[in-house]
Structures are given as C-alpha cells and as structure tokens.
C-alpha cells in the first residue's frame, strides 16, 4: 500500500526549482500537496485555514525566517514532519534534533517513501 495516497503534505520550501522537484515527487507518489510556500506567513497561513494536513516537508529557513513557528504548530496538531535542508546538524536546535532530516541534495524518490515511512509509525 502507498502510505502517500491521499495525504496532505504541506511543503514549506524557499528554492524554486527544489520544490517543483519536490512537488513533483509528492505527487507521483499519490500524496496531494498543500501549498509549495516559501515564506513563513504562508506556511502559517495554510496551517490556520486547513483542518487537515497529514505531514509537512520543511526547509529550516524560508527566506532567512526560521521555520520554528510552523513547527509549534506542527507538534500541537501532532502532524509529523521532516527537514529538508542543507543547514548542518549545528544550525538545528537541541529541541528539533529528533526530527528526521533530509540533506539537500538529496533523492525524491527516497524522500517520497521516507515520508510514506514516517507517517506509517
């Protein structure tokens, strides 16, 4: 069974070309994507009209704003999410080292199921 089809992924990403990559991925897998955005208020502002999203894939820093906000959101909806990033592990806090992390470059196809993991737990 694709663990994507149906879901609801937000994609909070700053680079263009990433995220219709990203997107792209998504959506072959069966996920439906919420979004791409590229800015925090954006982010925010599809998590307070939406009463469902099934996962997030973050980038830590939309448009030199840290993505933390939507994160608190994130955790107290209990949405899982991950990082896809190329900030090194030290550009991450303590508080958000649990959370699994994509480094850019990296593979879709591996992310796409990744996700299909993460939201099997």
Known sequence: MNELYGRIILVAEKEYFI??????????????????????????????????????VLDINLRDEAVYRVIDVLEARGIPYVFATSDGETAIPDKYKHVPRWMKPF??????????DLLRR
């Not at 996920?31 to 954006?42: E, F, K, N, Q, W």
């Open 107 to 116: 593979h879709l196809e591996d992310l796409a199921k990744g996700f299909g």
């Open 19 to 56: 995220t219709d990559d990203l997107t792209q991925a998504l959506e072959k897998a069966g996920a439906d994507v919420l979004g791409p955005v590229g800015t925090l208020d954006g982010a925010l502002s599809l998590l307070e009209v939406m009463d469902r999203v099934d996962g997030a």
